[in-house]
């Protein structure tokens, strides 16, 4: 079984706070991602990588940034959190493209943004 | 949006009926993903189409595609209360790297 790790768990800034989101995956996966899940609008690409040093833009990228350190490591940043950023953040990593290969998503990271 | 509208919804059913899900796209893509999410967790895989498959089948679900209607459908047969969840159907809108999420179908599984 894929093995992804996120942390913090829960996260409560400020508005205008610096938060990163990390993400770990421990199965040589080349590709990982970054998605935000609201009520109403399902899952939504903020960021993907497909290597170490490679980002890639999703569909929502407007506030974030993303580094993608090593094959193992994918994080999230987000330099001037705003409210409009609260969300459930999920990391998911997989073997080749998403298009024809299984995502394997972590337990996602509450964020709070006040 | 790349979705059309009957891809929001919840149902509710009594445990042992069947109860099928549907999902509509509007861009091409090469396959459609149908993932569950139990609460509190991530979503997981549970079935695949590929465009040049009509059907896929693994135990008590069964995923459909037609690529000339764009639509795609998830059926549960006799469904048990361990099947209550979130599950969303996903495309590549042609895109190798891309999955893009539906909003769901909140299902519940009541004895």
């Known amino acids: 079984e894929a093995a992804v790790t996120q942390s913090p768990r829960n996260k409560v800034t400020v508005t205008g706070g610096n938060v990163t989101l990390s993400c770990r995956q421990t199965n040589s996966h080349n590709y990982m991602y970054w998605y935000r899940q609201d009520t109403g609008h399902g899952l939504r690409l903020i960021h993907y990588?497909?290597?170490?040093?490679?980002?890639q833009i999703g569909d929502v990228p407007d506030g974030y940034k993303a580094t993608r350190t090593t094959q193992e490591d994918f994080f999230l940043l987000l330099e001037l959190a705003s409210p409009s950023q609260t969300s459930l953040y999920f990391c998911?990593?997989?073997?080749?493209?998403?298009?024809?290969?299984?995502?394997?998503f972590g337990a996602g990271t509450r964020l709070s943004v006040l | 949006s790349q979705w059309g509208e009957e891809n929001l919804q919840a149902l509710s059913i009594q445990e042992g009926e069947d109860v099928t899900m549907n999902c509509s796209y509007k861009?091409?893509?090469?396959?459609v993903h149908w993932y569950r999410q139990d609460s509190g967790r991530g979503p997981a895989l549970i079935i695949l189409i590929r465009s040049n498959e009509r059907e896929k089948r693994s135990g008590r679900l069964r995923a459909t595609l037609d690529t000339s209607s764009q639509s795609s459908s998830l059926s549960i047969t006799a469904a048990q209360c361990e099947d209550t969840a979130v599950y969303f159907c996903?495309?590549?809108?042609?895109?190798?790297?891309?999955?893009?999420f539906g909003r769901g179908t909140r299902l519940q599984v009541y004895a």
């Open positions: 861009t091409y893509t090469t396959v």
């Open positions: 996903a495309t590549d809108a042609g895109v190798v790297g891309q999955l893009t």
């Open positions: 998911a990593s997989s073997d080749g493209g998403a298009s024809q290969n299984t995502l394997y």
């Open positions: 990588s497909y290597g170490a040093g490679n980002l």
